[in-house]
């Protein structure tokens, strides 16, 4: 989606119609984003369609990290993470990328440059701003940012900044049904 500068009618023409030009871009655009079925762009790393929902849920809890390739704590804390992926039986990880579809290639050299295996998203500041704003009832801070959806597939936290693997396997194995094994054995991480 493309920028549309406003500031330039300003001058050419005049206070009123600006604004009857902004109303009409701004329904113009919702109409378009919602005749598409969602008002969020969200991607997989080869450019299909794709949502945080489809990650979700499945009687495993879902660890997302939002992540930026600029992000110099989001680049410190990534190998913490790919270590931790297998690690618990019972929780799939799954990372957003901000960079967008215009800076998918950078998304793509972090991927490789941290040997990321588990799924990414594709998408940009604004439209992970929105479903924030939507499902977790505030917005977006910054970069890196956790996500967690139980078992169930209902969102269960939100935290901006660097959450340890450690910190997220407690909170898991805490909020975990005994019956559940929890730590994946040893042999079956090394496997993946």
Known sequence: MSVIRLSLANKKLGTRHTSA??????GLILGLSLSTGSALAFFDIHGKKDDINNHTGKNKWTIVEIWESNCVACR???????????????????????????????AEDFIAEFDIKFPTIITNYVEMNIWMEQNVGESLRGTPTFILFDPAGKL???????????????????????????VAQENESQNK
């Open 21 to 26: 030009l902004k109303s009409l871009l701004f």
């Open 156 to 182: 269960v936290a939100a935290q901006p900044g660097i959450v340890s693997t450690a910190s997220l396997e407690n909170f898991i194995t805490q909020n975990s049904t005994k019956a559940t094994p929890v």
């Open 76 to 106: 410190a804390h990534m190998p913490e993470m790919v270590e931790f992926d297998g690690k618990l039986k019972n929780a799939r990880l799954l990372s957003i990328s901000l960079d967008g579809l215009r800076g998918i290639e950078d």
